[in-house]
């Protein structure tokens, strides 16, 4: 299957009512569900390959300019309700990303649940992913400039600061301080 590329601009808010209706018949062909009380920037994309492929947006969601979604083969993605994106996000999944009720990404947020296999530090193949999951909990806030990768599960009530790379399970009521350190709220 080809790749279908969705643009919704903000410049069209006076045709913003019609234009979610047609967005949402055309995705719901797709196997993607959208509430509709979601609000969207200028720059949102939607990338998919494939038709095994499946997205569930919960209620007031909302995302700012730039925000990305990449699925592939059989990618799952779960967005919880009350979920708000900064500019410049993106989500990229060939596995399975779940992310729960009321949570914040502050700008530049890039959540994979894949990477490409490697054989002594060269790539096996362009096209040979190693696919995972990533589940993010509720009342979660990710900071600025955060890569999470594939394989974490981040708890319930966690903070994430700014700058970091998840690449670890983040327990329920956490911090996680710049270099990786971890607090947990007593």
């Keep these: 299957m080809g790749i279908l590329i969705v643009r919704v601009l903000s410049k069209l808010k006076s045709l913003l009512i019609r ?9 719901m062909r797709k196997n ?13 994309n939607i ?5 095994a492929f499946k997205i569930y947006i919960q209620k007031f969601f ?10 592939e083969k059989e990618g799952l993605l779960e967005i919880g309700s009350c979920v708000f994106f900064n ?29 490409h ?14 696919i995972g999951s990533v589940n993010i909990g509720n009342n979660v806030w990710v900071g600025s400039n955060v890569v999470i990768l594939k394989g974490v599960t981040i708890g319930n ?12 399970n983040v327990a329920d009521n956490s911090v996680v301080l710049n270099n990786s ?3 947990i709220k007593r």
């Excluded at 234009?19 to 995705?27: K, M, P, Y």
């Excluded at 009530?157 to 670890?168: Q, R, S």
């Design 19 to 27: 234009s979610r209706l047609l967005v949402l018949f055309i995705l």
């Design 32 to 44: 993607i569900a959208i509430n509709f009380s979601f609000n969207i920037g200028p720059g949102f």
């Design 47 to 51: 990338f998919f390959s494939g038709s």
């Design 62 to 71: 909302s995302a700012r300019s730039n925000f990305s979604i990449m699925i």
């Design 87 to 115: 500019n410049n996000c993106s989500l990229s999944s060939m596995g399975r990303i779940k992310i729960g009720d009321n949570c914040l990404f502050g700008e530049n947020v890039h959540i994979y649940d894949h990477n």
């Design 117 to 130: 296999k490697y054989d002594h530090l060269s790539l096996t193949n362009q096209n040979d992913f190693a």
């Design 157 to 168: 009530n966690v903070v994430i600061g700014a700058n970091n790379l998840i690449y670890f």
């Design 181 to 183: 350190t971890v607090c």
